[in-house]
């Protein structure tokens, strides 16, 4: 689709809500949307596309109440300033859009977590994705290292990248829009998506890519979305296997399932994000029993974080079952680091290896 | 001589008029400013209750006007069934002579001691005498009485007693003189305004220093006399009881169960065997060491609280509410009459009523007013058990402010009747604190005070409900506005939006293709009954409903409907026209409709 005709779309859905409340208002309602709800009881697995979306329960919020009247007062100043954004072929980002809100008075936002949520809503209501209302992310993109090589459309013309021979030590850093990249060829066998800094670091110094033809990227804590289109793109043209490697506690657990199944917020464009193949290499909560990892006991909260993995839809299987219950037991959690006890090549002769074979990767 | 010779011939008798005459404040006439009042209560009072007697309607006059100097004359006129001339010089000239003393029921007076004493207290400041004027009925001549008190036997003195030409059929005329200010005229119209309060069926007409007042009646029903009875075993002393068995010829049984109320010849038998006496013994013939046995034996035995309907003569809580509501305005008004209730054997009930915001004053203590036997107690409030019953109550737990008193724009009125209304002094300003009536204060306010917590938590929740609607309609016109300008279309008409959010009625016009359509939707909580005008150049033939009626005026035709349209439901009307011209609603209040013209 070109820019311009893209343009025009995002700019007529969301005039389109507008027109909608419009309507209403003259018929003498009050005006009134109604938005997927957003809580985890409201995501279902999609067999057709393998992630999980958002279910049929749908939230309304009308102008009756204040509080409402004023979500929908903020969600019109946003429509109409994004309307002139795309008008005038400008940008801006969502830290900006935060501090443009200074100036609408009443409609201002009180913190950056209201207007992002906003956003997020006009992306669902649109199905578009803020990308196409010249909104960008604040996040900057995590790094890829290994044999792969892309073409990136930057501002001066196309470039072409190789992932470890182009790139310095810290490797090629992903762009907010990953549609401005296209991927060209690789010599790897899967992909290992790696949650902390340090291990990332760790298997670029042991050689790991070169010896196992792996492309590590680096999820940076809870991956960006460009992060995750990323893998997602990865996986579906070149058809790699996916590995998560996270630290072993209930918040890293969230990011492997945000890469495989998608997050709650942006559960309408999982399609584009997640990569329900992605499989979770560890820690496991049996590798802190059969490697006697160096541990930390569970806080209250890790043990709450695990409770309500337990009733959520993304983890509804026998293997993270086992795994939540195994370790509410223990009462233990580890980082990837951890394995450092057991010498600084342990993880990647060692570790890696013996779970990779053991799922049938290597 | 010795000294105990020189003191004896020192020592006599004192009179009741010469005790009352130095102990005046007994009486409630401590000064000159109180005393206005207490005789005008006093007047009040007999009037009322001899009205009560009679059976008719109380229409009581009321004059108080300057003779001389600090001379005050009170006239105080009723159309009671009057006195006979015989009695008035004793009702008038003799302290402690009264009609209602030995009998037990409900009455605002009871010793005989309050006119008179009034008497006294002109007699004392000014030397004038009273002037009584009185007539039983049509066929008997009034008379004129000039009278006196003799301080030293406490008898009356007649000046002068003539037939007079009076132009009322029956009723009884006092006036008095005697020195003192108008300082207390306030305290006075409280006293009367109270009193018209808990005598919705008296009519009292005031002419004071040139000015009128009125509290006219709200009830026309004649208030029925309660009866005496005959006193209950639990409710009497040794003293009464040797005065009831001296020269009774009764055997004791017999005696037990005429003399007493709810005494059956069980009972009796019991209370003679649990004396150890004979039931067949001459009443007349106990010795007094028999006559205490009986007496503990008496109030030993279960006997029946004493019958309450016959004797007792409560208020009601509609009257007490159209009383209040007469007199004072308020938001909210409630009464509770409790069942009646015994203590020492005297039959007694309390009425209770809560008054809530209106014009009350918002600051401060609850106003208080007292009652007993449906006469004001205006005088030492703090000593009385109704106030200390009110102070006793947690008003927190009913959304009331209290320091000591509950306080806000608060009203409280208690009643208590009885056959003996226990008051701290002879002045007759406060109820003693006996444990029984103090319960009935307060199981009666206790169940009014949750009444008010109810409303005062509904009305909050209202307020809350308007308060949210109305910060809803802030934004409305914001949000209609951006809205507009992302569509790039005039603002749309916001009114019946808000009409919905604020609960009002909202009337439409619209006409599409060349019909025109009307439409009240109701959105308030009850149902909207309102007249419909539409006035235009259609004529509106074919109009489903039909209009009441359809009026002509050069062509301009005012269609006429009225409606009454249930909450939540829609009223429409169509009918072939141009449509224009006005519509107007009449029959609800503005500020709960919003018309909308949709053609406009």
């Excluded at chain 1, 983890?315 to 057991?342: C, G, P």
């Excluded at chain 2, 007539?135 to 008997?140: D, F, I, K, M």
Aim: hydrophobic share 40%; net charge negative.
């Amino acid at each position: 689709m070109s820019k311009g005709s893209l343009d025009r779309e995002a700019k007529e859905k969301l005039v389109d809500i507008a027109r909608r409340w419009y309507q209403q208002m003259t018929e003498g309602a009050i005006p009134s949307i109604s938005l997927p709800s957003r809580t985890k009881l409201n995501i279902a697995y999609d067999d057709a596309s393998e992630v999980w979306k958002y279910g049929d329960r749908e939230s309304v919020r009308s102008a009756h109440t204040a509080k409402s009247a004023l979500h929908l007062l903020k969600m019109a100043y946003v429509i109409w300033f994004l309307k002139k954004q795309i008008l005038e072929s400008r940008s801006s980002t969502l830290r900006e859009l935060y501090y443009i809100s200074e100036g609408w008075k009443r409609a201002k936002f009180s913190a950056q977590d209201e207007s992002n949520f906003l956003i997020e809503d006009l992306e669902i209501l649109t199905d578009m994705q803020r990308e196409a209302f010249h909104l960008r992310p604040e996040e900057d993109g995590a790094t890829v290292f290994g044999p792969l090589r892309l073409r990136e459309m930057t501002r001066r013309g196309a470039r072409d990248i190789h992932c470890r021979d182009d790139v310095g030590e810290a490797g090629y850093q992903i762009p907010n829009n990953v549609e401005n990249v296209d991927l060209l060829d690789h010599d790897a066998k899967f992909v290992i998506a790696i949650e902390t800094g340090g291990m990332y670091a760790r298997l670029i110094e042991n050689g790991f890519d070169e010896e196992h033809q792996a492309i590590l990227v680096h999820l940076k804590g809870q991956p960006a979305r460009s992060t995750r289109r990323m893998l997602n793109r990865i996986n579906a043209q070149f058809d790699l296997p996916v590995l998560v490697f996270t630290d072993g506690d209930p918040w890293s657990y969230r990011i492997f399932a945000s890469v495989a199944y998608g997050a709650i917020k942006s559960a309408h464009i999982s399609e584009l994000l997640a990569t329900p193949r992605a499989q979770f290499i560890g820690v496991q909560p049996s590798d802190i029993r059969d490697y006697n990892l160096p541990s930390d006991t569970l806080t209250e909260k890790d043990v709450a974080a695990l409770q309500s993995e337990l009733t959520d839809p993304r983890f509804s299987t026998d293997y993270w079952k086992d795994q939540i219950q195994l370790q509410l037991k223990m009462n233990l959690k580890s980082e990837q680091q951890a394995f450092a006890a057991r010498g600084l090549d342990f993880v990647t002769r060692e570790y890696l290896p013996r779970r990779l074979s053991e799922m049938g990767i290597l | 001589m010795t000294l105990a010779d020189e003191l004896a011939r020192q020592q006599r008798s004192i009179s009741v008029a010469e005790f009352f005459e130095k102990n005046k404040h007994l009486l409630g006439f401590d000064s000159p400013t109180r005393g206005i009042i207490t005789t005008i209560k006093e007047a009040v009072d007999n009037a009322l209750d001899a009205c009560e007697e009679a059976m008719v309607l109380p229409d009581v006059y009321i004059g108080i006007k300057k003779v001389s100097g600090d001379v005050l004359r009170i006239i105080v006129e009723d159309n009671g069934p009057g006195i006979v001339p015989a009695q008035i010089p004793f009702v008038f000239g003799k302290l402690l002579y009264g009609s209602r003393f030995h009998q037990i029921r409900q009455s605002r007076g009871q010793q005989g001691i309050g006119i008179s004493a009034a008497v006294l207290y002109a007699q004392l400041t000014t030397g004038l005498p009273t002037t009584v004027i009185s007539r039983t009925g049509a066929e008997e001549p009034a008379y004129r009485f000039s009278l006196q008190i003799n301080i030293q036997t406490n008898e009356p003195e007649i000046l002068s007693r003539d037939p007079w030409d009076w132009d009322r059929t029956h009723g009884t005329r006092v006036q008095i003189e005697f020195k003192s200010t108008m300082a207390a005229k306030k305290r006075l119209l409280e006293y009367l305004k109270y009193t018209s309060v808990v005598n919705p069926h008296a009519r009292i007409r005031v002419e004071m220093d040139e000015e009128s007042y009125l509290f006219e009646r709200v009830s026309d029903e004649v208030i029925a006399c309660p009866k005496a009875i005959q006193p209950h075993p639990h409710g009497i002393e040794i003293g009464q009881l040797m005065r009831m068995v001296s020269g009774n010829e009764k055997r004791l049984t017999d005696f037990l169960v005429e003399g007493f109320s709810r005494v059956g010849r069980k009972t009796a038998e019991e209370m003679c065997r649990l004396a150890t006496l004979k039931p067949d013994r001459i009443a007349g013939s106990l010795t007094a060491v028999e006559q205490k046995k009986l007496l503990d034996a008496m109030q030993g035995v279960k006997v029946p609280a004493p019958p309450t309907q016959a004797c007792l003569s409560p208020i009601g809580e509609e009257l007490i509410t159209r009383g209040l509501e007469k007199e004072f305005q308020m938001d909210f008004v409630r009464a509770r009459s409790r069942a009646s209730s015994v203590y020492s054997g005297h039959p007694f009930l309390v009425e209770a009523a809560i008054g809530y915001g209106g014009k009350l004053p918002p600051e401060g203590n609850a106003q208080i007013l007292r009652f007993a036997n449906r006469v004001p107690l205006l005088y030492q409030q703090g000593a009385c058990a109704i106030t200390g019953s009110i102070a006793g109550i947690n008003w927190k737990s009913y959304s009331i402010s209290q320091t000591g008193l509950p306080t806000g724009p608060l009203l409280i009125l208690v009643h208590v009747a009885s056959t003996n209304v226990p008051f701290t002094s002879e002045s007759k300003d406060a109820i003693a604190g006996i444990p029984e009536i103090e319960r009935e204060i307060t199981l009666a306010i206790q169940e009014l005070g949750r009444e008010l917590k109810t409303y005062l938590s509904r009305r909050d929740k209202n307020r809350l409900q308007e308060d949210r609607a109305r910060a809803v309609c802030a934004i409305i016109p914001e949000l209609a506005a951006k809205v507009a300008e992302i569509v790039e279309l005039p603002p749309p008409d916001i009114s019946p939006i808000e009409g919905r959010i604020m609960k009002k009625i909202v009337v439409k016009k619209m006409t599409r293709e060349g019909r025109v359509n009307l439409e009240v939707c109701n959105y308030t909580g009850q149902p909207g009954t309102l007249t419909l005008y539409d006035i235009s150049g259609d004529q509106a033939t074919d109009a489903d409903p039909a209009p009441a009626f359809v009026t002509d005026l050069e062509g301009e035709y005012t269609k006429v409907w009225q409606i009454t349209v249930d909450p939540g439901s829609v009223w429409n009307v169509s009918y072939s026209g141009s449509g224009g011209g006005a519509l107007e609603v009449r029959g609800v209040p503005g500020e709960s409709v919003a018309v909308v013209d949709l053609d406009v």
